[in-house]
């Protein structure tokens, strides 16, 4: 994995260099972010749900290597959450799961400008909306938490997939630290020379499974109560709760090991440009 990280990073260093021009100005903002969060996993049905969004907060720094490309740091903190009670399907409700996690993200980005992007230059190709896609790399950091008997309950620790028994030694417990990639799209509004606003709606490719604390199957409980207690055992399976006649039992699955969990952000940054500067090489006789 890391070599890969490793390769990832001299490619776009390299992608990076191609597209820079050395020549124009460049410039830093700084600024901050509100909006909201949300997910998609095996407690929204893979499906994004409108009822679920959540607020979000964070702080955002912009350094515009050149017209075509800015490079942009951030880091946010929201929430996200999921119910089995919320959805129409019958054998979903009937797992009866729920969780809620906060979400802080560091992230670098690249926004690739689809029209040139010159703040604070109102000569030549200059444009006062700019449209452009980013991409990049996040850390994360979530830690799901389900409601019982009228507590909070950290599930992580709990293994309430069998995760750290000695029955289950294939299933490691799942880091609450772990790495995305982000891609969305957004447009930039230049509303003066010192000040900026865009909006901007991203996805988040996990890599990851867990964000919900759902993913294979059923263990039986005995093996959780034994590690780790009866609350775990309680809430690794929770079906019997909705008074249906049948329960999970043990092999069944309880998630979708296939697809990965994702999370989402939109919202609107506001920014303020610390310093601009004309091109660094002015035509002759200009």
Known sequence: ?????????????????????????????????????????????????????????????????????????????????????????????????????????????????????????????????????????????????ALYKGQWWELQPLGTEGQGTTQFQDRKKYALTQVAIPIGAGVKFELSKKIGVSFEAGARFTFNDYLDDVSKTYVDTTYIRAAYGPIAAALSNRSGETGSLTTAKPGQDRGNKANFDWYYFGGITITFKLSTKRDLCPAIGK
């Open 1 to 145: 994995m890391q070599r890969k990280l490793r390769g990832a990073h001299f490619l776009l260093l390299g992608f990076l260099l191609l597209f820079t021009n050395p020549g124009k100005a460049q410039q830093l903002e700084f600024g901050v972010l509100v909006g909201a969060t949300n997910y998609s996993g095996e407690l929204s049905g893979f499906q994004i749900r409108t009822d679920m969004f959540k607020p979000a907060f964070g702080l955002v720094t912009r350094y515009n290597l050149s017209p075509r490309i800015s490079l942009k740091g951030s880091v946010f903190y929201g929430e996200i959450a999921g119910a089995d009670s919320l959805s129409n399907n019958k054998k979903q409700k009937a797992r009866n799961l729920s969780f809620q996690s906060g979400i802080f993200e560091f992230s670098g980005q690249v926004e690739f400008n689809l029209v040139p992007y010159n703040p604070g230059v109102k000569t030549g190709k200059y444009h006062k909306v700019i449209p452009c896609l980013f991409t990049g790399i996040a850390i994360y950091k979530y830690n799901p938490k």
